[in-house]
């Protein structure tokens, strides 16, 4: 740490920054030094600092409403930004944002971090995001005149640009089968078939609204795709939990309370110990993941593999929030691609048809109701698609198809 | 610095092959893993069917990374990891080792380059959060600064797993929250308190009011006459919970106040289906200010709730699973928060949360 | 206020280049910010979608949604993106004179 008199010197013309050098303080590593890293790059990342540290001492943004720029033949991928301060910080006065489609599970090597880094020295602030919110990489900061440019660099590269606005947004998964023992289905290809099966749809906006998918290998979720997607696709498995007894006792042995920690918490109760023989009544299972969490090395899921398919999860605008549910309760893993892409091209002709702008999958089968809604994909209704049938009395009686019964 | 676009011009390439940069080993047990278990905080062994054995060391970031630390991560993942290396959903860098002998030396290098290795298990994972004011128009406080000092202050529930379960913390900088905020054990999230200041000049400009009257989930903005015969809108400001959507599709809508603007904090959602089904949210201090650079209140709250989460939940229970446990009353009264009118909830559905039983702890 | 010049003519635009009146339209309007979107010049195709968006925006406020674009003009969407190569909000609202769309939220 510099002592205070160094701190606040203006050198060589960067801005004082007294508030944010507080941030560099502390254990924890700090976003400002990594502004400040970048800041030999192309400047911007300088005025980015001393935008940055306008808006600690005013407490407002200091970010214009979104921009719209773009690459030719791309409807989306990049967040166009003004500053509303651009006279006294000219090199943020633009300063736009690429969204680049992460590899799957966010693998890479050296080199290609490497080949990012080196088009984004070029083009760019030298400032990432690893990674954004929807799963993107995303490049902080250039100027309209060098977005065709990074593009082209990242394409030969082999990278290309995510989702934004009304369109499929990149959709993202779980490090899946490739080094989790809990995998149901193969969720890092499932990705990267989807996203490769909508690059029309991702890179042109043409939906009434953003539509996300996420792809999360067993009932864990660790990439939200029940808070988050549209599109939920989570893994489970139908059979018989695999049980391997001596390793039970091993953790009883070493510690594990099972009757107390594992059988307990059970969420249908469905577990018995009885000090040397683990039973589960895998009819009551609802494969919630608890006691396999707990003791990795002594259960697994069963071997007959697939995904629950959820629909509807959204943020709280603008009617609320939702979490996704259940609209198909059981797809095999080797059936997972091909029902999917039929299932959303009906979800999204339905969308088309009834969907208002700027309305969410999950508001419009909020509007219209979830019976209607499957009427108008052609699935059948199932009570695994609700947590209890109605308590109501109101119903939409179908006089005329009763009748032609 | 070159903006001529390298020929030919290649589109739709779409992102690299799902299995373009996995580390041999990787490869070779793909989908064939059988058990994993942690070494120490941060440090996990994965050991597949075949009996090969893939060792991650868990480091913190900042989620906003200047290039040259990703050359630095790179540098590291060529020494100890032939190369390859990943990031995990809630930002943190993993390196994947086949060596157990190289992960103390990279630990201790990580220590030197001020990267935490933890975040696994039964501790507090890597804060998710937004872009704040670092990069975006609707923010309504900074997510950067206010992960940084709570991280800060959390980061030996970083390093240690001393929880009773996981915790998960978001930021989200406004009602848009961008990322899975509203279902975490502690969600923080940026909120305005006033109604949009109308703009009329820039209104008639710039926004189309028929997409503006749509946008407001309350109806509380209604089409009015403006200047020049054109169509301006008024706000029914009683009606408005300043949620900002209107600002959201229409820039003359400023929801920015200084003063007013600040940070709710919530309470016991969850993702995971472990025991309990996924759920929201729920609300605990309606509204903190907004105090840059280190949010002292904010901090104050949090680390007040993981306190005393960590002093009276059992073994496996998320926030949520162990207030059930409590109930509500309780929480309050362990924390000190206070119980308001902001707390009962008067939007849609609002009824399905009062308590419709005698079910009363004394 | 940025503006754009094109053969002695100003428009007063945003950053985007958007015309900040959207009353101020006329077909010079969409001729003359043709090029700044990479249209060498425009053809009957073209006058078909500016037309379609102009009078939908006229009628009723709004820009209408791109599948209605498709439907109402018979383009298919990559068709739209060869009339107009930085797509139909970018480009064909653009020259339509309306406002901005709004961005990625
Ligand atoms: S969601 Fe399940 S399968 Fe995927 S990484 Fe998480 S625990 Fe593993
Ligand atoms: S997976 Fe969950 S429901 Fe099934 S036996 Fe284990 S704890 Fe019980
Ligand atoms: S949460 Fe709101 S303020 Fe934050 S990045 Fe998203 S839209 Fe912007
Ligand atoms: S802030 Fe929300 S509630 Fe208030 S006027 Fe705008 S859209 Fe309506």
């Given at each position: 740490m510099a002592d205070a008199d160094e701190g606040v010197k203006p050198a060589n013309g960067k801005p004082e920054t007294k508030l944010l050098d507080e941030l560099e303080k502390g254990p924890w590593p700090s976003f400002v030094t990594e502004i400040k890293s970048a800041q030999?790059?192309?400047?911007?990342?300088e005025d980015l600092l001393g935008q940055l540290e306008l808006s600690y001492e005013d407490k407002v943004s200091h970010w214009k409403h979104g921009g719209l720029v773009g690459v030719l033949g791309y409807g989306g991928g990049v967040i166009g930004r003004y500053s509303d301060v651009g006279e006294q910080f000219p090199k943020v006065a633009h300063f736009h944002t690429l969204r680049v489609?992460?590899?799957?599970?966010?693998?890479?090597?050296?080199?290609?971090?490497?080949?990012?880094?080196?088009?984004?020295?070029?083009?760019?602030?030298?400032?990432?995001?690893?990674?954004?919110?929807?799963?993107?990489?995303?490049?902080?900061?250039?100027?309209?005149?060098?977005?065709e440019a990074t593009f082209q660099e990242l394409t030969h590269a082999g990278f290309d640009l995510g989702g934004s606005g009304s369109a499929v947004r990149t959709p993202s998964c779980c490090v899946g089968m490739a080094?989790?023992?809990?995998?149901?289905?193969?969720?890092?290809?499932?990705?990267?078939?989807?996203?490769m099966a909508y690059q029309d749809e991702l890179h042109r906006p043409a939906l009434p609204y953003k539509f996300k998918i996420k792809c999360s290998a067993c009932p864990n979720d660790c990439v939200a795709a029940i808070a988050r997607a549209d599109l939920s696709v989570i893994g489970t498995w139908k059979d018989d939990i695999r049980i391997d007894q001596a390793e039970v006792a091993n953790y009883a042995t070493a510690g594990v309370d099972i009757q107390k920690d594992i059988c307990a918490n059970c969420p249908t109760r469905c577990m018995d110990w009885n000090g040397k023989e683990l039973n589960i009544k895998n009819r009551d299972c609802v494969r919630?993941?608890?006691?396999?969490?707990?003791?990795?090395?002594?259960?697994?899921?069963?071997?007959?593999?697939?995904?629950?398919?959820?629909?509807g999860a959204k943020a709280p605008i603008l009617q609320g929030a939702l979490l996704s549910s259940v609209l198909i309760p059981f797809v095999a893993a080797d059936e997972l691609l091909d029902t999917l892409k039929e299932l959303i091209q009906?979800?999204?002709?339905?969308?088309?048809?009834?969907?208002?702008?700027?309305?969410?999958?999950?508001?419009?089968?909020q509007r219209v109701g979830l019976a209607a809604f499957l009427d108008g994909i052609g699935l059948d209704p199932a009570p695994e698609m609700v947590s209890a049938p109605r308590d109501n009395p109101y119903i939409y009686y179908q006089p005329a198809k009763e009748d032609e019964a | 610095m070159t903006t001529t676009p390298l020929q030919p011009r290649l589109t739709d390439v779409g992102p690299p092959r799902y299995d373009k940069y996995l580390p041999p080993i990787v490869l070779k047990n793909y989908g064939t893993w059988k058990y994993h278990e942690t070494l120490a905080p941060g440090v996990l062994c994965h050991v597949a069917e075949s009996g090969d054995r893939l060792?991650?060391?868990r480091g913190g970031t900042p989620r906003l990374l200047s290039i040259q630390t990703l050359r630095k991560y790179a540098d590291l993942a060529d020494k100890y990891c032939g190369g390859y290396?990943?990031?995990?959903?809630?930002?943190?860098?993993?390196?994947?080792?086949?060596?157990?002998?190289?992960?103390?030396?990279?630990?201790?290098?990580?220590?030197?380059?001020?990267?935490?290795?933890?975040?696994?298990?039964?501790?507090?994972s890597n804060i998710v959060h937004t872009q704040g004011w670092v990069h975006c128009h609707a923010a309504a406080t900074d997510a950067s600064g206010l992960v940084k000092s709570m991280m800060d202050a959390l980061i030996d529930h970083f390093t240690h797993e001393d929880l009773p379960a996981k915790l998960r913390i978001a930021v989200a900088?406004?009602?848009?929250?961008?990322?899975?905020?509203?279902c975490s054990d502690i969600a923080i999230l940026g909120v305005h308190r006033r109604p949009p200041k109308v703009q009329n000049d820039l209104l008639t400009k710039a926004c189309e009011v028929p997409t503006l009257v749509a946008s407001c989930p309350t109806g509380a903005i209604r089409p009015v006459p403006g200047v020049g015969g054109k169509q301006s809108v008024e706000v029914l400001e009683e009606d408005c919970m300043y949620c900002g959507n209107c600002f959201s599709v229409c820039p003359a809508m400023r929801m920015a106040d200084a003063e007013n603007d600040g940070l709710s904090i919530w309470v016991g959602g969850k993702v995971s289906n472990a025991r309990s089904a996924p759920r929201f949210s729920r609300l605990s201090i309606p509204f903190l200010p907004n105090n840059p650079p280190r949010w002292p209140e904010v901090i104050e709250a949090v680390t007040k709730i993981v306190d005393v989460y960590r002093g009276e939940a059992r073994k496996y229970e998320r926030v949520g699973e162990w207030i059930d446990r409590i109930g509500w009353p309780r929480f309050f009264e362990l924390t000190g928060f206070e119980f308001t009118r902001y707390h009962i909830d008067d939007f849609k559905n609002a009824g399905m949360t009062f308590a419709r039983s005698t079910h009363i702890r004394y | 206020m940025p503006t754009f010049e094109v053969e002695g003519k100003k428009y007063d635009v945003d950053e985007d280049g958007f015309l900040q009146e959207p009353d101020l339209w006329t077909e010079d309007v969409a001729k003359d910010f043709a090029k700044s979107e990479s249209i060498d010049a425009l053809t009957d195709g073209h006058w078909k979608v500016i037309n379609y968006i102009r009078n939908y925006y006229l009628q009723f406020g709004i820009a209408p949604m791109v599948r209605k674009v498709c439907k109402e003009t018979g383009y298919k969407l990559s068709e739209i993106y060869q009339l107009f190569p930085s797509g139909p909000a970018k480009g064909a609202c653009k020259l339509a004179g309306l406002p901005k769309p709004t961005g990625c939220v």
């Open positions: 030999g790059v192309t400047g911007g990342a489609n992460q590899p799957a599970g966010w693998f890479y090597t050296s080199e290609a971090l490497r080949t990012i880094s080196d088009i984004w020295e070029r083009h760019g602030s030298g400032l990432t995001n690893m990674h954004g919110s929807t799963g993107d990489m995303i490049l902080l900061g250039t100027t309209t005149d060098h977005l080094r989790c023992e809990w995998a149901c289905f193969d969720a890092m290809k499932l990705c990267y078939d989807l996203t919630c993941m608890h006691c396999i969490n707990a003791m990795p090395k002594a259960l697994r899921p069963g071997v007959e593999k697939g995904a629950v398919i959820l629909i009906r979800i999204w002709d339905f969308w088309d048809e009834y969907g208002t702008n700027r309305e969410r999958i999950g508001e419009l089968i | 060792y991650t060391v290396l990943r990031f995990t959903s809630r930002n943190n860098v993993e390196f994947l080792l086949t060596d157990p002998a190289q992960i103390e030396p990279l630990k201790q290098e990580l220590a030197l380059l001020g990267i935490p290795v933890g975040g696994t298990n039964n501790a507090i900088c406004c009602l848009n929250m961008c990322g899975a905020v509203h | -």
